[in-house]
């Protein structure tokens, strides 16, 4: 069972940053795929960035050289850092932590951080 804190929500301007962190409890943090999405009023979830155990990034079209996920299996701890904020980028951000392997289907989510871009 893992556990997902997420953290570093709130309230910014257009252009400002904002980092996000999920830290993790139980063990095996650095065998899991790790994701973060958001939830924008009225949409449906999106998948934001990813990074893998082998430490492979993806992002979103909408946020690719704005948006920078990392990792510290030291920490359990995935980051997402976040510049050039748009208002388009307000949204519930949610933390991801998924393994799939013969006989381990592994998929859990953090409780969600606001992230308001206003000015």
């Known amino acids: 069972q893992v556990q997902l804190v997420e953290s570093g929500g709130g309230l910014v301007q257009p252009g400002g940053s904002l980092r996000l962190s999920c830290a993790a409890s139980?063990?095996?943090?650095?065998?899991?795929?790790m994701g973060w999405y958001r939830r924008a009023p009225g949409k449906q979830r999106e998948l934001v960035a990813g990074?893998?155990?082998?430490?492979?990034?993806n992002y979103a079209d909408s946020v690719k050289g704005r948006f920078t996920i990392s990792r510290d299996n030291a920490k359990n701890t995935v980051y997402l850092q976040m510049n050039s904020l748009k208002p388009e980028d307000t949204a519930v951000f949610y933390c991801?932590?998924?393994?799939?392997?013969?006989?381990?289907?592994?998929?859990?989510w953090g409780q969600g951080t606001q992230v308001t871009v206003s000015s």
């Open positions: 991801n932590a998924f393994r799939r392997l013969p006989g381990i289907d592994d998929d859990y």
């Open positions: 139980g063990s095996s943090f650095s065998r899991y795929t």
């Open positions: 990074i893998t155990s082998g430490g492979s990034t």
